[in-house]
């Protein structure tokens, strides 16, 4: 089955560095991934939508050059939070589409990221 | 703004009960699916059903599509422990812009 890669699992932090998520899909091609954050016992919030060659498109309130994400091949996106703070601290989850299945996501294992 | 309601919120049953999760929304889903996701993991897909009154079920889980295509419900029977997480509704909305929309997620316990 389709698997969706991302790492790291855990990562700790001081406060204003910043720390790189990769999200890989290791069967597939994905043209588009998606950035999700998740606060504990809620749901997934979609941070941004991310488009193999182009621009991401972030979602109302998520902001761009504080979560920079890049997308430069058909299998891998990353996220990068920049000048991390204790606010920052979440479970980050990145999910990619399967393109000959347009309706099908398959996620990550997510990232626990903790600023200290 | 549409909105993906899942209800109940929380649900804490003893093993061997069933139980049933919704999911509602006043909007047509092209297709919605269902996901599991435990503590410190990512959510793992379950079923999707794209037909209006699909029925689809997966060991003691069942799905059903309303007819209509605005609906969801997942029902568990004889609950056990292991089926303890959060339960996401998904939904892509006829005409959207190919993204999920996710409900707000219930969170079973199966106490032993």
């Known amino acids: 089955g389709a698997v969706v890669s991302q790492h790291p699992s855990w990562v700790i932090c001081k406060s204003g560095t910043s720390v790189k998520i990769e999200c890989r899909s290791l069967?597939?091609?994905?043209?588009?991934m998606f950035w999700y954050r998740q606060f504990p016992k809620q749901s997934l919030m979609l941070m941004a939508t991310?488009?193999?060659?182009?621009?991401?498109?972030?979602e109302q309130g998520v902001e761009k050059d504080k979560f920079l994400i890049n997308h430069a091949s058909l299998t891998l996106s990353t996220l990068t939070v920049t000048s991390a703070h204790p606010e920052d601290s979440s479970f980050y989850i990145c999910?990619?589409?399967?393109?000959?299945?347009?309706?099908?996501?398959?996620f990550g294992a997510g990232t626990r990221l903790s600023v200290l | 703004t549409q909105l993906l309601e899942q209800s109940p919120q929380f649900l804490s049953i003893q093993e061997g009960e069933n139980l049933t999760v919704y999911c509602n929304s006043s909007?047509?889903?092209?297709?919605l699916q269902w996901y599991r996701q435990e503590p410190g993991e990512g959510p793992v897909l379950l079923v999707t059903?794209?037909?209006?009154?699909e029925v689809k079920k997966l060991k003691r889980l069942t799905f059903q599509f309303g007819d209509a295509r605005k609906d969801s419900s997942l029902h568990i029977t004889a609950a056990q422990p292991g089926d303890t997480g959060l339960y996401l509704c998904?939904?892509?909305?006829?005409?959207?812009?190919?993204?999920?929309?996710f409900g707000s997620g219930t969170q079973l316990t199966v106490l032993p």
């Open positions: 909007s047509v889903f092209s297709s």
């Open positions: 999910s990619a589409r399967r393109e000959l299945v347009k309706n099908i996501q398959y």
């Open positions: 998904a939904g892509l909305y006829s005409g959207s812009a190919r993204q999920l929309t």
């Open positions: 069967d597939f091609q994905a043209t588009t």
């Open positions: 991310s488009n193999e060659g182009s621009k991401a498109t972030y």
């Open positions: 059903v794209v037909t209006g009154g």
